[in-house]
């Protein structure tokens, strides 16, 4: 015997149409608690995918201005002042040195502002990123960034309430998808896209923790599970 929502009553129907709202701003919400979670884990503004990896896989990047340097640029800048520069972003006083004024033509600003500007400021003629006029420019990129990853136990109970709620709700739902006047062929797909998301999204979590490429898949099943 087939099931149909259209055949219950009115009070079934409108109860079911509010659960499934109460679902919908369930989903708003926690999108919302995400955001806020995880925005500033790499200690800039907004969430990226390097918010991500660092909580499901842990950071360790160079300063991109060291590597910058050691990679050779910009071209043309003297071993003097490339020196200077190393130094000053491996030291200890990184922000207090930037526009020390006892290194006189050796501070960083000084030599930033001569090597860098012509084409990381705002006013130059062909501005690249990143911009470097002040120092709340330069010290987005001086840093090396090291941030350890959530706790396996903390991962542990995540994952724990997260497949045991998800999965059954994802059940519910698909169970209420197949009852309605859509195509089967349709709300087949859908729920049967659902699933393997979701199962994909847990365990890529566990996966992410000893490569940091699963994350792209953590975000990219997420995405595909909530649509």
Same mark, same amino acid.
């Given at each position: 015997m087939t099931i149909k929502l259209r055949e219950f009553g009115m009070g079934v129907r409108l109860g079911l149409t509010g659960c499934c709202i109460a679902v919908l701003i369930g989903l708003a919400t926690s999108a919302?608690?995400?955001?806020?979670?995880? =925005?500033?884990?790499? #200690?800039?503004?907004?969430?990226?995918?390097d918010d991500l990896k660092s909580a499901y896989h842990g950071i360790d990047a160079p300063s991109p201005?060291?590597?910058?340097?050691?990679?050779?640029?910009?071209?043309?800048?003297?071993?003097?002042?490339?020196?200077?520069?190393?130094?000053?972003?491996?030291? =200890?006083?990184?922000? #207090?040195?930037y526009d020390n004024l006892d290194l006189g033509d050796a501070a960083p600003a000084e030599v930033v502002g001569r090597a860098c500007l012509s084409c990381h400021a705002r006013n130059s003629s062909t501005p690249a990123a990143p911009m470097l006029d002040y120092w709340d420019d330069v010290k987005k990129v001086a840093f090396a960034v090291k941030i350890e990853p959530v706790p396996v136990k903390i991962v542990a109970m995540s994952a724990h309430a997260h497949a045991l709620s998800m999965a059954p709700l994802t059940v519910v739902v698909g169970l209420l998808a197949l009852a309605t006047a859509f195509p089967r062929r349709i709300t087949s797909g859908l729920l049967g896209f659902a699933g393997v998301a979701l199962a994909v999204d847990l365990a890529a979590w566990w996966l992410a923790r000893m490569d940091d490429r699963?994350?792209?898949?953590?975000?990219?099943?997420?995405?595909?599970?909530?649509?």
């Amino acid at each position: 015997m087939t099931i149909k929502l259209r055949e219950f009553g009115m009070g079934v129907r409108l109860g079911l149409t509010g659960c499934c709202i109460a679902v919908l701003i369930g989903l708003a919400t926690s999108a919302m608690h995400l955001y806020w979670h995880y =925005e500033r884990r790499d #200690e800039r503004p907004g969430l990226t995918i390097d918010d991500l990896k660092s909580a499901y896989h842990g950071i360790d990047a160079p300063s991109p201005l060291v590597q910058a340097l050691e990679g050779g640029h910009p071209e043309g800048l003297s071993k003097a002042d490339q020196e200077a520069l190393l130094k000053w972003l491996k030291g =200890e006083k990184v922000g #207090e040195n930037y526009d020390n004024l006892d290194l006189g033509d050796a501070a960083p600003a000084e030599v930033v502002g001569r090597a860098c500007l012509s084409c990381h400021a705002r006013n130059s003629s062909t501005p690249a990123a990143p911009m470097l006029d002040y120092w709340d420019d330069v010290k987005k990129v001086a840093f090396a960034v090291k941030i350890e990853p959530v706790p396996v136990k903390i991962v542990a109970m995540s994952a724990h309430a997260h497949a045991l709620s998800m999965a059954p709700l994802t059940v519910v739902v698909g169970l209420l998808a197949l009852a309605t006047a859509f195509p089967r062929r349709i709300t087949s797909g859908l729920l049967g896209f659902a699933g393997v998301a979701l199962a994909v999204d847990l365990a890529a979590w566990w996966l992410a923790r000893m490569d940091d490429r699963w994350v792209y898949v953590i975000a990219a099943a997420g995405g595909v599970y909530n649509m």
